[in-house]
């Protein structure tokens, strides 16, 4: 028995990937991600959600933000990292896990699990799902 | 080794949600759910589908038509309860559930689970996943 | 030779509609509205847009902002008439133009239509499209 | 702690399905599949990715393109076997996960499961999951 | 001035298209064809609307229904002609004009325009538009 | 009377936009684009088609390609312009019709006009709209 709420933002950002399997992807170039977060939890609260949209929409609003209209490579938070898709949907995750702990997004709330997932396109996405 | 089989609904409700945290949301207004079944099971029917595509659309449709064109906060059936998207996943969610166990919907299947998605914009969905 | 630009947005409403061609939807029911407005323009301005996407985004939101959350049947502003999705793309529409016209909106642009469409489901959807 | 990539693809297919219940679907009809197929890892490879997407692009593609354009009621591979969109997920991923073990798609990686949903319509979709 | 509303259907054909240039798809194959249809008009009527979207949807599923679970090629309707998608938009925009023309969709409506929209996957579709 | 037909690709590029009303986006970031082609005329060719699909996707795939996994701020054909999504889709567009003009895309079909669509996210997209 699981309930879920999922969210939707996106981001709009410019990076290249270090690998020869890249290809081109190697060069200097960028990509919209449209990012869902995802909150799974076994009881809904007394207001009958799994944790409050309102909440949980600011708090991606916020990471999706520190993230966007950014040149991923000059930032020291990515040094030496790629930021693929997948590296990108754990960053979210792992930043909103970190509000999940904190008791800033929910408290109270005991979640199975976040899930991020990130489209990089009409045929390409990624996802990462952990424990909060 | 999971099969899944989804149909996709939808139905149009007015409600209200009664607690702070909804904002404005407290206000009567209203939604389009588009409404999303999906049944799992590890073995096929000797037909070779999870569970028949025809019954299992109009065993939701019965469920949306109960639910659609209505006014969700005059009718008894949810007195007391906020109708949040959560909440009408799992009643739509545990309707289906009775079909299953009647023998009405699949006679002969087993299932592993249940999902219903409710999809309230094209940024906010919510989920509900249940044993049949 | 027309550039457009469109941003899409979002409102949730309770309303019911008159007439006996509306069947159950006679009843207070509610509906999601996915938004999208369009500036269509024969040239782009010095900065090589149609029109700042960032205030088109506010002005929609201020004018979907205006409507949702709300019984459209006891708003003194859709006094006997229908709210329709045709009616309501309208009135956005109207209300994007009078920003057009007062130059709040895009001063100096010379828009050839501006287009609203209105989804209420996956599978129905009504625009209108007027001169700016 | 599970990382997901998913590719798009899609193919054109003739064919008729046997038993009374598929109804108007017994006559030789067809359909679009659009296919995607996933794969999950617990862990992300030294480049940060799950698998190499364009060489799962690649893998898919090669997939879809030995069923798309044909009608497979001639097609010797699924002689006397209804060929459902559930049952073509399972061929399709059985197909990726031959791939996989014989160190032609990801050398060294261990994925968890490898997924494929083949959506048939607007309204419908099936997916199949198995081990690696 | 102009107000649109559209709805949305689906059929499911076998067919092949003779022309060197269609490569692979000279083969019987299929598709899944996502239908919109959709109609213009300057003025709403007294219920505020373009044209009822319950005779709108029926009169679609008429049409998609007497072609869907067909293999064209045997259908003597199109006898000598290639069935592609573009063909097949204006055959069910023709019929929608012929209902209109006979009174039995939109007594008292005068449209400016009928646009039928057929998507042959999430990469290519077709449309034709013409008048009532 | 009108056809069209349209296909789909994506390119993924980093660029900056320069003058303040672009806030952020003054800065190096990126952006996936999901492109839509589409080819209008009033007449269908021989085979019953506004144009080969085949040819018109690989035209545009040469089109996207060359554009790609680029940073646009270093490319000498965008020197001194913003390459905002209006501008692109004029680029793309120009170059669609400069091959339907020299007779390499499809000799002997007269269209009325090439419309380009980028989709910048799943809230915000441009178009542009030329005779051929």
Known sequence: MTFTVTVRDH?????????????????LH?????????FAATDLDADGVVVD??????????ITGSLTYRN???DPRFAGR???TE???????????EQVTSGALAPGQQFQ?????LHESHIAWA???RAP
Chains 1, 2, 3, 4, 5, 6 share one sequence.
């Open 72 to 74: 991923l490579d000059e």
């Open 11 to 27: 981001m709009m950002i410019a990076h290249s990937l270090a690998g020869e399997s890249f290809g081109p992807a190697q060069q």
């Open 87 to 97: 590296v990108l949907c754990k960053v979210i995750a792992d930043r909103l896990a």
């Open 53 to 62: 949209i309102g909440r949980v929409t600011a708090a991606l609003a916020e």
């Open 127 to 129: 996802s990462y799902t």
């Open 30 to 38: 960028g990509a919209t991600f449209v990012v869902d977060a995802s």
């Open 113 to 117: 699990s976040i899930t991020v997932t």
């Open 82 to 84: 790629n930021t693929t």
